[in-house]
């Protein structure tokens, strides 16, 4: 039984080192600090320059054998003040 999880960002080299945002990883671990998942969010630089928290994205999450278990995916939404109801969604 997976009670609480707790969720690690992984920072890429060359991200570190150039300052690029690069797409992000994550691993998914128990309580105990064992990896249970492992996600990965897919997207384009474009949108992770531009529209930073805003942006589309896809993130697959895969089990320890590399299966897909979930995936959530997010359109690109329009959240100016004028257009209320185009909120985020997943």
Known sequence: QLDQII???QVDLLE???GTETS?????KNPLGQRVYFA???NGCF???LCSPL???TISIADNAGREVIRVIRPLRCTSCCFPCFLQEV
């Open 24 to 28: 992000s990883k994550y691993e998914i």
């Open 47 to 49: 949108d992770r320059k």
């Open 7 to 9: 969720i690690h960002q």
């Open 40 to 42: 990965v969010e897919e």
């Open 16 to 18: 570190a080192v150039l």
């Open 55 to 57: 942006r589309a994205f």
